[in-house]
């Protein structure tokens, strides 16, 4: 077997996760020195509270675009099929380490995949909410409310996601943040957590 090294992310496809990623940190700290007295002390770290309250929408259009290039770019290889659905069924093994049974994936297996789903649905209830909250005077009273409640809430359960995601991509998974990092992956490794995208991409 060929030891030569396989590409995992393009460099475009990289860019555009990092930029993402940088732009949801941003947010989410400000936000939360928004959010909360006893977490105002962030502002601090990122300029004050006059600097947050003015940058802090910013880098949340910021991150929405950013995701909105990623969303384009992968949606198509991100739709559920039948091994899917089994991956999912047994994501319990997954989670133990446990490899018997569980089916070879392509280059996105189904955790990913309702990953990718759950950020693209909080981001646009976040981008939604956050226009509301950015430009009050346009939004009736309820919308407002509303925006009000549903901000927090569709941040908390992103922030969630990305620590998980952080997890699976360091400590669950090793090797999977080298590949966001450099691009590469060897064929040991594909062929060990993403057995259908190996074969597609090798050819064996």
């Not at 039948?82 to 996105?108: C, N, V």
């Not at 309820?142 to 620590?163: D, E, K, N, T, W």
């Not at 090793?174 to 090798?202: D, L, N, Q």
């Amino acid at each position: 077997m060929t030891t030569k090294s396989l590409e995992r992310f393009s460099f475009a496809e990289r860019v555009s996760h990092w930029m993402s990623a940088l732009c949801f940190l941003y947010a989410a700290f400000t936000g939360l020195a928004l959010w909360s007295p006893r977490l105002f002390w962030l502002a601090g770290v990122f300029g004050g509270g006059e600097t947050v309250r003015a940058w802090h929408p910013w880098g949340g259009l910021f991150f929405a675009l950013a995701l909105g290039v990623m969303f384009r770019r992968w949606v198509g290889q991100m739709q559920l099929d039948e091994d899917d659905e089994i991956w999912l069924a047994k994501s319990h093994l997954y989670a133990q380490h446990i490899e018997a049974g569980m089916p070879e994936t392509g280059r996105f297996n189904a955790g990913q995949k309702m990953m990718f789903w759950l950020q693209s649905a909080s981001a646009f209830f976040l981008l939604l909410s956050g226009l509301v909250i950015w430009f009050p005077e346009v939004a009736p009273r309820s919308a407002r409310l509303i925006a009000i409640l549903l901000h927090p809430i569709c941040a908390a359960v992103s922030m969630g996601g990305i620590m998980v995601h952080f997890y699976m991509s360091t400590l669950a998974v090793p090797g999977s943040m080298g590949a966001m990092i450099r691009g590469k992956v060897s064929p040991g490794w594909a062929k060990s957590h993403h057995g259908k995208w190996f074969r597609e991409v090798s050819g064996r």
